[in-house]
Protein backbone atom coordinates (compact mmCIF):
# COMPACT_ATOMS: atom_id res chain seq x y z
CA UNK A 1 0.00 0.00 0.00
CA UNK A 2 2.88 2.24 1.10
CA UNK A 3 4.38 1.89 -2.66
CA UNK A 4 1.42 3.05 -4.43
CA UNK A 5 0.36 5.73 -2.62
CA UNK A 6 3.93 6.76 -3.35
CA UNK A 7 3.72 6.30 -6.58
CA UNK A 8 0.09 9.04 -6.84
CA UNK A 9 1.93 11.13 -5.03
CA UNK A 10 4.11 11.88 -7.72
CA UNK A 11 2.06 11.51 -10.76
CA UNK A 12 -0.45 13.50 -8.98
CA UNK A 13 1.25 16.79 -8.87
CA UNK A 14 2.37 16.17 -12.30
CA UNK A 15 -1.08 15.48 -14.09
CA UNK A 16 -2.77 18.29 -11.99
CA UNK A 17 -0.32 20.80 -13.73
CA UNK A 18 -0.54 19.46 -17.18
CA UNK A 19 -4.04 20.13 -17.12
CA UNK A 20 -3.75 23.98 -15.39
CA UNK A 21 -1.08 24.48 -18.37
CA UNK A 22 -4.30 23.92 -21.41
CA UNK A 23 -6.24 26.46 -19.41
CA UNK A 24 -10.52 25.61 -19.54
CA UNK A 25 -11.11 22.89 -22.12
CA UNK A 26 -13.12 24.61 -25.28
CA UNK A 27 -16.15 23.34 -26.53
CA UNK A 28 -15.83 21.47 -30.06
CA UNK A 29 -17.08 23.13 -33.13
CA UNK A 30 -19.98 21.45 -34.88
CA UNK A 31 -20.87 21.75 -38.22
CA UNK A 32 -23.89 23.80 -38.79
CA UNK A 33 -27.14 21.82 -39.25
CA UNK A 34 -30.83 21.72 -40.13
CA UNK A 35 -33.40 23.31 -36.82
CA UNK A 36 -33.65 20.00 -34.78
CA UNK A 37 -37.07 17.99 -35.05
CA UNK A 38 -39.51 20.29 -33.05
CA UNK A 39 -37.45 23.48 -32.67
CA UNK A 40 -39.85 26.48 -33.21
CA UNK A 41 -39.21 27.65 -37.21
CA UNK A 42 -41.05 30.05 -39.13
CA UNK A 43 -41.31 29.55 -42.72
CA UNK A 44 -42.07 32.72 -44.63
CA UNK A 45 -42.94 31.94 -48.43
CA UNK A 46 -43.74 34.44 -51.43
CA UNK A 47 -46.21 33.10 -53.91
CA UNK A 48 -48.25 33.91 -56.74
CA UNK A 49 -52.07 34.98 -55.95
CA UNK A 50 -53.15 32.27 -57.92
CA UNK A 51 -51.38 29.58 -55.80
CA UNK A 52 -53.22 30.77 -52.86
CA UNK A 53 -55.44 27.79 -52.61
CA UNK A 54 -52.93 24.86 -53.23
CA UNK A 55 -49.89 26.44 -51.59
CA UNK A 56 -52.11 26.84 -48.52
CA UNK A 57 -52.97 23.08 -49.00
CA UNK A 58 -48.99 21.99 -48.77
CA UNK A 59 -48.49 23.80 -46.11
CA UNK A 60 -51.15 22.76 -44.00
CA UNK A 61 -48.83 19.50 -44.89
CA UNK A 62 -45.60 20.82 -44.56
CA UNK A 63 -46.29 21.92 -41.02
CA UNK A 64 -48.04 18.06 -39.86
CA UNK A 65 -44.64 16.67 -41.27
CA UNK A 66 -42.08 19.49 -39.47
CA UNK A 67 -43.51 19.64 -35.77
CA UNK A 68 -42.93 23.21 -34.22
CA UNK A 69 -42.63 24.71 -38.21
CA UNK A 70 -44.94 27.83 -38.77
CA UNK A 71 -45.55 28.11 -43.13
CA UNK A 72 -46.61 31.97 -43.53
CA UNK A 73 -47.40 33.14 -47.17
CA UNK A 74 -47.70 36.36 -48.43
CA UNK A 75 -49.66 35.68 -51.70
CA UNK A 76 -50.13 38.66 -54.23
CA UNK A 77 -49.02 39.68 -57.70
CA UNK A 78 -45.79 38.01 -58.94
CA UNK A 79 -44.32 41.48 -59.60
CA UNK A 80 -44.93 42.95 -56.66
CA UNK A 81 -43.86 40.35 -54.52
CA UNK A 82 -40.51 40.19 -56.55
CA UNK A 83 -40.05 44.08 -56.00
CA UNK A 84 -40.50 43.69 -52.05
CA UNK A 85 -37.78 40.71 -52.15
CA UNK A 86 -35.32 42.87 -54.12
CA UNK A 87 -36.04 45.76 -51.35
CA UNK A 88 -35.14 43.54 -48.55
CA UNK A 89 -38.44 42.04 -47.23
CA UNK A 90 -37.85 38.81 -45.27
CA UNK A 91 -38.90 35.78 -47.15
CA UNK A 92 -37.14 31.79 -47.73
CA UNK A 93 -39.10 30.80 -51.18
CA UNK A 94 -40.69 32.79 -53.94
CA UNK A 95 -42.86 31.22 -55.79
CA UNK A 96 -44.02 33.49 -59.29
CA UNK A 97 -46.36 32.81 -62.14
CA UNK A 98 -44.02 33.63 -64.53
CA UNK A 99 -40.16 33.58 -65.58
CA UNK A 100 -40.34 37.19 -66.20
CA UNK A 101 -40.88 37.88 -61.98
CA UNK A 102 -38.40 35.20 -61.29
CA UNK A 103 -36.04 36.83 -63.12
CA UNK A 104 -36.52 40.18 -61.12
CA UNK A 105 -35.01 38.17 -58.33
CA UNK A 106 -32.39 35.97 -59.26
CA UNK A 107 -30.91 39.25 -61.44
CA UNK A 108 -30.46 40.52 -57.84
CA UNK A 109 -28.82 37.41 -57.23
CA UNK A 110 -31.38 36.53 -54.40
CA UNK A 111 -32.01 33.06 -55.57
CA UNK A 112 -30.31 30.49 -58.15
CA UNK A 113 -31.79 27.77 -60.38
CA UNK A 114 -35.41 28.12 -60.01
CA UNK A 115 -37.19 25.21 -61.59
CA UNK A 116 -40.69 25.22 -63.03
CA UNK A 117 -43.18 23.39 -61.41
CA UNK A 118 -46.47 24.02 -62.88
CA UNK A 119 -48.18 25.91 -65.48
CA UNK A 120 -51.38 27.68 -66.21
CA UNK A 121 -53.78 29.17 -68.62
CA UNK A 122 -56.54 31.34 -69.29
CA UNK A 123 -60.19 31.29 -69.43
CA UNK A 124 -62.58 33.96 -69.81
CA UNK A 125 -64.43 34.38 -66.51
CA UNK A 126 -68.49 34.96 -66.67
CA UNK A 127 -70.84 35.10 -63.43
CA UNK A 128 -73.45 32.33 -62.92
CA UNK A 129 -76.03 32.08 -65.81
CA UNK A 130 -73.49 34.50 -68.24
CA UNK A 131 -75.98 37.20 -68.49
CA UNK A 132 -74.15 39.30 -70.99
CA UNK A 133 -74.02 35.96 -73.37
CA UNK A 134 -70.15 35.72 -73.67
CA UNK A 135 -68.76 32.91 -76.30
CA UNK A 136 -65.63 33.71 -77.21
CA UNK A 137 -62.39 36.29 -76.61
CA UNK A 138 -63.94 38.92 -79.96
CA UNK A 139 -67.10 39.48 -77.82
CA UNK A 140 -65.27 41.09 -74.89
CA UNK A 141 -64.69 44.27 -77.54
CA UNK A 142 -68.19 44.87 -77.54
CA UNK A 143 -68.69 48.30 -75.44
CA UNK A 144 -71.25 47.14 -73.96
CA UNK A 145 -69.85 44.26 -71.76
CA UNK A 146 -67.85 45.31 -69.30
CA UNK A 147 -64.53 43.71 -68.85
CA UNK A 148 -62.19 43.16 -65.82
CA UNK A 149 -58.54 42.42 -66.80
CA UNK A 150 -54.99 42.07 -64.97
CA UNK A 151 -52.89 45.12 -64.63
CA UNK A 152 -50.44 44.29 -67.63
CA UNK A 153 -47.36 44.47 -65.88
CA UNK A 154 -48.54 41.15 -63.61
CA UNK A 155 -48.27 37.64 -65.24
CA UNK A 156 -51.89 37.43 -65.38
CA UNK A 157 -52.19 40.74 -67.15
CA UNK A 158 -49.17 39.80 -69.71
CA UNK A 159 -50.55 36.79 -70.62
CA UNK A 160 -54.24 38.11 -71.38
CA UNK A 161 -52.27 40.64 -73.66
CA UNK A 162 -50.46 38.31 -75.39
CA UNK A 163 -53.91 35.95 -75.94
CA UNK A 164 -55.60 39.32 -76.72
CA UNK A 165 -52.44 40.34 -79.22
CA UNK A 166 -53.00 36.34 -81.23
CA UNK A 167 -56.66 37.05 -81.33
CA UNK A 168 -56.59 40.20 -83.12
CA UNK A 169 -59.03 41.82 -80.44
CA UNK A 170 -59.25 45.10 -78.93
CA UNK A 171 -60.45 45.48 -75.50
CA UNK A 172 -61.07 48.37 -73.33
CA UNK A 173 -61.58 47.31 -69.75
CA UNK A 174 -63.35 49.00 -67.36
CA UNK A 175 -60.72 48.06 -64.67
CA UNK A 176 -57.38 46.76 -64.34
CA UNK A 177 -56.53 44.77 -60.93
CA UNK A 178 -53.16 44.60 -59.53
CA UNK A 179 -53.61 40.30 -58.73
CA UNK A 180 -55.79 37.28 -60.70
CA UNK A 181 -58.11 37.07 -57.22
CA UNK A 182 -58.86 40.38 -57.58
CA UNK A 183 -60.04 40.43 -61.00
CA UNK A 184 -62.30 37.41 -60.30
CA UNK A 185 -63.46 38.88 -57.35
CA UNK A 186 -65.29 41.84 -59.51
CA UNK A 187 -67.05 39.24 -61.89
CA UNK A 188 -67.77 36.67 -58.66
CA UNK A 189 -69.47 40.29 -57.11
CA UNK A 190 -71.16 41.03 -60.91
CA UNK A 191 -69.17 44.33 -61.38
CA UNK A 192 -68.20 42.97 -64.60
CA UNK A 193 -69.49 41.10 -67.47
CA UNK A 194 -66.56 39.06 -67.56
CA UNK A 195 -62.93 38.70 -67.13
CA UNK A 196 -59.43 36.63 -68.11
CA UNK A 197 -58.26 34.84 -65.56
CA UNK A 198 -56.66 31.77 -64.95
CA UNK A 199 -58.65 28.26 -65.34
CA UNK A 200 -57.41 27.29 -61.58
CA UNK A 201 -58.92 30.88 -60.28
CA UNK A 202 -61.89 29.76 -61.85
CA UNK A 203 -61.58 26.27 -60.47
CA UNK A 204 -61.22 27.94 -57.21
CA UNK A 205 -64.46 29.83 -57.21
CA UNK A 206 -66.85 26.66 -56.52
CA UNK A 207 -68.83 27.40 -59.34
CA UNK A 208 -69.90 31.09 -58.62
CA UNK A 209 -68.13 31.89 -61.83
CA UNK A 210 -68.02 29.69 -64.78
CA UNK A 211 -64.77 29.45 -67.45
CA UNK A 212 -65.63 29.45 -71.08
CA UNK A 213 -62.16 28.33 -73.01
CA UNK A 214 -60.95 29.82 -76.20
CA UNK A 215 -58.09 28.52 -78.74
CA UNK A 216 -55.79 31.63 -78.33
CA UNK A 217 -55.41 30.81 -74.64
CA UNK A 218 -52.89 27.93 -75.84
CA UNK A 219 -50.19 31.16 -76.86
CA UNK A 220 -50.27 32.65 -73.56
CA UNK A 221 -48.82 29.75 -71.00
CA UNK A 222 -47.64 30.58 -68.28
CA UNK A 223 -44.86 28.64 -66.55
CA UNK A 224 -44.59 29.09 -62.65
CA UNK A 225 -40.81 28.76 -61.27
CA UNK A 226 -40.26 28.19 -57.72
CA UNK A 227 -36.81 29.10 -55.99
CA UNK A 228 -35.56 29.08 -52.64
CA UNK A 229 -33.82 32.40 -51.95
CA UNK A 230 -30.50 33.14 -51.14
CA UNK A 231 -30.36 35.11 -48.23
CA UNK A 232 -33.39 32.92 -46.75
CA UNK A 233 -33.52 32.98 -42.54
CA UNK A 234 -34.65 29.63 -42.83
CA UNK A 235 -32.68 27.93 -45.41
CA UNK A 236 -33.86 24.17 -44.39
CA UNK A 237 -37.09 24.77 -44.32
CA UNK A 238 -36.77 26.70 -47.85
CA UNK A 239 -35.44 23.50 -49.44
CA UNK A 240 -37.88 21.13 -47.68
CA UNK A 241 -40.61 23.21 -49.45
CA UNK A 242 -39.54 23.45 -52.51
CA UNK A 243 -38.62 19.54 -52.50
CA UNK A 244 -42.50 19.03 -51.15
CA UNK A 245 -43.78 21.09 -53.94
CA UNK A 246 -41.28 19.39 -56.63
CA UNK A 247 -42.69 15.54 -54.65
CA UNK A 248 -45.33 13.54 -56.25
CA UNK A 249 -47.29 15.35 -53.64
CA UNK A 250 -47.06 18.43 -54.55
CA UNK A 251 -47.46 17.27 -58.48
CA UNK A 252 -50.89 16.02 -57.56
CA UNK A 253 -52.26 18.61 -55.40
CA UNK A 254 -51.34 20.88 -58.54
CA UNK A 255 -53.00 19.22 -60.83
CA UNK A 256 -56.16 18.47 -58.58
CA UNK A 257 -56.28 22.26 -58.67
CA UNK A 258 -56.05 22.23 -62.41
CA UNK A 259 -52.66 23.31 -63.09
CA UNK A 260 -50.56 21.70 -66.16
CA UNK A 261 -47.55 19.42 -65.46
CA UNK A 262 -44.61 21.95 -66.66
Known amino acids: MTFHLS ?36 LTVFAAASL ?14 HPGTTVRFNFGSSSTLAQQIVQGAPADVFAAASPATMKIVT ?41 ALCAEQVPCGAAAAEALRAAG ?6 TLEQDVKATLTKVELGEVDAALVY ?18 AAKAVNDYPIAPLSQAPAPGAARGFVDLVLSQRGRDALTGAGFQAP
Open 7 to 42: RWALVLPLALAGLAGCGPAEPAASPASPASPGEATT
Open 52 to 65: TGVFTELGTAFEAA
Open 107 to 147: DASLAAGPVTFARNTLQIAVPAGNPARVDDLADLADPKVKV
Open 169 to 174: VRVTPV
Open 199 to 216: RTDVLASGGEVSGIDFPE
